[in-house]
């Protein structure tokens, strides 16, 4: 008989996805294998110890989209709450080589994000994971238990954590001068009206500044 061939096997070659065509209009120069790598700050003459790098493909390609609205989907376990952190430490590569927001826009004094789910008791490890992920950004987190978590950077940025468990709780967040949203769960949005809601919160005057634009 012929023995089968284990499709999981190390042998078998996986076909990598084709990146979608903003990609190769945004950046020509990306290939299959590029992926984005963060470190934590390490002394002077040593090697800088590695806090994150991207999937190659999707995840990868999600944390560079200069879209308005980005979407991440898949199963579960597969990446999708660290790469929607990750995504609040990203920068704007087109900024001027001297503007410390290319690298970050923690960085930066105006940035305002706010993390969002629809249950905020529900949200305790992915805050966890949040804050031992923004520690080497030299952030300082407040509040706790019942008390929504707020993330105090050195530059003066801010990331809040809150909920989206009620009607009222799409309108509380005007005047917040938000920079960023991420949602964790975005199918826990009952309606198209309460999604609008909440990005009508994001009208901070520093939004945009000079050519700086702080994605939603």
């Not at 284990?6 to 996805?17: E, G, I």
């Not at 003459?45 to 944390?63: A, H, V």
């Not at 709780?169 to 005047?175: D, E, H, L, P």
Request: proline content about 9%; aromatic content about 12%; charged content about 25%.
């Amino acid at each position: 008989c012929t023995p089968k061939t284990n499709p999981l096997s190390p042998a078998t070659k996986v076909k990598k996805p084709e990146p979608p065509p903003w990609v190769k209009l945004a950046y020509p120069e990306m290939d299959a294998d590029y992926t984005i790598r963060m470190y934590k700050p390490g002394k002077p003459g040593t090697e800088s110890e590695p806090l994150f790098r991207s999937n190659e493909g999707p995840q990868t390609w999600s944390l560079v989209c200069p879209f308005e609205e980005v979407v991440i989907g898949g199963r579960r376990g597969g990446g999708k709450s660290v790469t929607l952190i990750a995504q609040f430490a990203m920068g704007d590569r087109f900024l001027p080589s001297d503007d410390p927001a290319r690298v970050s826009f923690l960085n930066d004094p105006a940035f305002r994000g706010l993390l969002l789910r629809d249950e905020y008791s529900s949200m305790a490890e992915f805050v966890e994971q949040a804050i031992e992920f923004f520690k080497p950004f030299g952030c300082k987190a407040t509040g706790g238990g019942s008390k929504p978590v707020v993330l105090d950077f050195e530059t003066k940025a801010k990331i809040y954590f809150n909920h989206l468990g009620d009607e009222e709780a799409f309108n509380k967040y005007k005047g917040w001068n938000i920079t960023k949203i991420g949602i964790e769960e975005l199918t826990q949005i009952a309606t198209l009206r309460r999604y609008l809601k909440l990005l009508g919160s994001l009208r901070s005057v520093d939004r945009i500044r000079g050519k700086k634009r702080f994605p939603p």
